[in-house]
């Protein structure tokens, strides 16, 4: 499944960049990449998230998928929508509330550095 | 016209020393002799899948080990959805000459036949592979999600939620064949740990071993008259952050399937709606506008969703207490709307339903199905 723009998403985390791309066409943004635009077909370019944005949803996962995840429990992911115009799953620091302002940082699991939704 | 002229299952929960494919000839068999049908008249044969028995082809798999020599058979994956997926597709093989009597048939030994541990980690795969599995999310973490959002839109409280629980355990306690069936109340639903917050162990349902079978046949086969009225399918997304949690697609599959059956939602008597947790149920009753946003809750409390009540809701216990064993889980509401509409739901007759409603989803609220199924 997993595919070059994938990969390069993930790069950009390993980098400190949160990417995402914006079609040349219509001008929406897309956050699970693609080689369209999945509104209108056209090319998507990749830009850079400034990583700011406003918590939509958020859980505390104490039942975890995997025995890895079980050390870091509990945990909140939570889904953010970024100022442009995407929204993202992402880790988020403990006593965020639906609304509150977040910023994207990093931390590191294992081999990748995962986005991680912290108080603005 | 598409009548339901058999229906078969097993008992839900533990079932040792059954395999998916034991567990489906039970059910096949029971509903073959519920429909006064013989093998050799089966000439369609729809399946669902199997997570402890993962085939490429577990239709023709199935036809070899029951002994049935269908002129059109294949499988079919929606998650939750497939069961009413496969009754939507026999109707239309049926009212376009292709079968005379469509199997639909799924079984599954998920609490026997893998460790609860290997249900959660393959269940959790219909999130993203690259933008959501790294986090570490499992199928209630993706519902939470939706939950926390609907109850801050909508004004709902995990009390609210947990009224669905009890509900479901009190129609659970009305059917013998029933996973789980002590009462609960609201404080315990309240108390149960927490699976993924706000939801907690007694707003998911629990993993069964189980099946569930039918028949649909382009004329009646007995003395019964439940034919498939209506049937229709929404999608919007497939994964929980490309979701809006207040327009699921559940209210357009459902007033899709009121066209087709020319009929509004007010003629309906009988609900069966997919509760995989306890949100399911709750943002779908408000989003097909079978109760006002924020408002399912209310209604509940009133006893409108009782058996006695004005719309009997899921009186086999659905998913959260009869029990979910995959496919066969989304078919037990359908099994049961039938045994209501023909008057055969013993201890759970909710009155004389004429016209009852189905709804499955699969995967997070992602693919919708709605049937509507009438007495004639």
Same mark, same amino acid.
């Given at each position: 499944?997993?595919?070059?723009?994938?990969?390069?998403?993930?790069?950009?985390?390993?980098?400190?960049?949160?990417?995402?791309?914006?079609?040349?066409?219509?001008?929406?943004?897309?956050?699970?990449?693609?080689?369209?635009?999945?509104?209108?077909?056209?090319?998507?370019?990749?830009?850079?998230?400034?990583?700011?944005?406003?918590?939509?949803?958020?859980?505390?996962?104490?039942?975890?998928?995997?025995?890895?995840?079980?050390?870091?429990?509990?945990?909140?992911?939570?889904?953010?929508?970024?100022?442009?115009?995407?929204?993202?799953?992402?880790?988020?620091?403990?006593?965020?509330?639906?609304?509150?302002?977040?910023?994207?940082?990093?931390?590191?699991?294992?081999?990748?550095?995962?986005?991680?939704?912290?108080?603005? | 016209?598409?009548?339901?002229?058999?229906?078969?299952?097993?008992?839900?929960?533990?079932?040792?020393?059954?395999?998916?494919?034991?567990?489906?000839?039970?059910?096949?068999?029971?509903?073959?002799?519920?429909?006064?049908?013989?093998?050799?008249?089966?000439?369609?044969?729809?399946?669902?899948?199997?997570?402890?028995?993962?085939?490429?082809?577990?239709?023709?798999?199935?036809?070899?080990?029951?002994?049935?020599?269908?002129?059109?058979?294949?499988?079919?994956?929606?998650?939750?959805?497939?069961?009413?997926?496969?009754?939507?597709?026999?109707?239309?093989?049926?009212?376009?000459?292709?079968?005379?009597?469509?199997?639909?048939?799924?079984?599954?030994?998920?609490?026997?036949?893998?460790?609860?541990?290997?249900?959660?980690?393959?269940?959790?795969?219909?999130?993203?592979?690259?933008?959501?599995?790294?986090?570490?999310?499992?199928?209630?973490?993706?519902?939470? &999600?939706? #939950?926390? /959002?609907?109850?801050? $839109?909508? =004004?709902?409280?995990? !009390? +609210?939620?947990?009224?669905? @629980?009890?509900?479901?355990?009190?129609?659970?306690?009305?059917?013998?064949?029933?996973?789980?069936?002590?009462?609960?109340?609201?404080?315990?639903?309240?108390?149960?740990?927490?699976?993924?917050?706000?939801?907690?162990?007694?707003?998911?349902?629990?993993?069964?071993?189980?099946?569930?079978?039918?028949?649909?046949?382009?004329?009646?086969?007995?003395?019964?008259?439940?034919?498939?009225?209506?049937?229709?399918?929404?999608?919007?997304?497939?994964?929980?952050?490309?979701?809006?949690?207040?327009?699921?697609?559940?209210? &357009?599959? #459902?007033? /899709?399937?009121?066209? $087709?059956? =020319?009929?509004?939602? !007010? +003629?309906?008597?009988?609900? @069966?709606?997919?509760?995989?947790?306890?949100?399911?149920?709750?943002?779908?009753?408000?989003?097909?506008?079978?109760?006002?946003?924020?408002?399912?809750?209310?209604?509940?409390?009133?006893?409108?969703?009782?058996?006695?009540?004005?719309?009997?809701?899921?009186?086999?216990?659905?998913?959260?207490?009869?029990?979910?064993?995959?496919?066969?889980?989304?078919?037990?509401?359908?099994?049961?709307?039938?045994?209501?509409?023909?008057?055969?739901?013993?201890?759970?007759?909710?009155?004389?339903?004429?016209?009852?409603?189905?709804?499955?989803?699969?995967?997070?609220?992602?693919?919708?199905?709605?049937?509507?199924?009438?007495?004639?």
């Amino acid at each position: 499944m997993s595919d070059a723009s994938a990969a390069y998403f993930w790069a950009g985390c390993a980098a400190g960049e949160l990417r995402y791309q914006r079609c040349s066409g219509c001008g929406r943004a897309q956050f699970h990449p693609r080689p369209f635009c999945a509104g209108c077909g056209g090319e998507p370019r990749w830009e850079v998230s400034a990583g700011r944005g406003t918590v939509y949803s958020l859980t505390t996962v104490a039942r975890t998928p995997t025995p890895e995840f079980a050390a870091l429990a509990p945990y909140d992911i939570a889904l953010v929508d970024l100022d442009e115009g995407f929204r993202m799953m992402a880790h988020a620091e403990p006593g965020l509330a639906i609304g509150s302002r977040v910023r994207i940082g990093f931390h590191r699991l294992g081999e990748r550095m995962l986005p991680r939704a912290e108080r603005e | 016209m598409p009548y339901l002229t058999g229906s078969g299952d097993t008992r839900f929960g533990r079932l040792e020393g059954e395999t998916t494919l034991t567990l489906m000839a039970t059910a096949t068999a029971a509903a073959l002799e519920d429909a006064a049908l013989e093998r050799r008249d089966v000439d369609g044969l729809l399946c669902g899948y199997s997570t402890v028995f993962p085939h490429l082809m577990l239709a023709t798999v199935f036809a070899e080990y029951f002994g049935l020599g269908p002129a059109y058979a294949h499988a079919i994956q929606l998650g939750g959805a497939t069961g009413c997926a496969m009754a939507m597709l026999a109707m239309r093989l049926v009212q376009s000459g292709q079968c005379r009597h469509v199997l639909v048939a799924a079984g599954e030994n998920r609490l026997t036949g893998q460790s609860r541990d290997r249900t959660v980690e393959s269940l959790a795969q219909v999130g993203h592979p690259d933008f959501e599995l790294p986090f570490g999310p499992t199928i209630p973490a993706y519902y939470a &999600l939706v #939950a926390r /959002r609907y109850m801050h $839109e909508h =004004g709902v409280s995990e !009390e +609210d939620l947990a009224g669905f @629980a009890v509900l479901m355990r009190r129609n659970a306690g009305r059917h013998p064949g029933a996973h789980l069936r002590d009462p609960i109340a609201v404080p315990d639903v309240l108390a149960s740990r927490t699976i993924a917050a706000p939801l907690k162990l007694l707003d998911c349902c629990p993993i069964s071993d189980g099946a569930a079978a039918f028949v649909v046949s382009a004329t009646p086969t007995s003395a019964r008259r439940v034919r498939l009225r209506g049937a229709a399918q929404a999608s919007r997304h497939q994964h929980v952050s490309a979701a809006d949690a207040t327009v699921l697609g559940a209210g &357009l599959a #459902a007033s /899709r399937a009121f066209a $087709e059956a =020319g009929i509004t939602r !007010e +003629d309906v008597d009988l609900l @069966a709606i997919y509760d995989s947790f306890t949100i399911t149920v709750l943002a779908q009753l408000e989003e097909i506008g079978f109760a006002p946003r924020g408002k399912a809750a209310v209604l509940l409390r009133e006893g409108a969703f009782e058996r006695e009540g004005r719309l009997p809701l899921n009186t086999h216990g659905g998913l959260l207490s009869f029990g979910h064993c995959g496919v066969a889980g989304g078919m037990a509401h359908l099994l049961e709307a039938e045994r209501q509409l023909s008057g055969r739901a013993a201890a759970r007759q909710a009155g004389e339903p004429r016209l009852a409603f189905v709804h499955g989803d699969g995967g997070v609220l992602s693919a919708h199905v709605s049937l509507v199924l009438e007495r004639e």
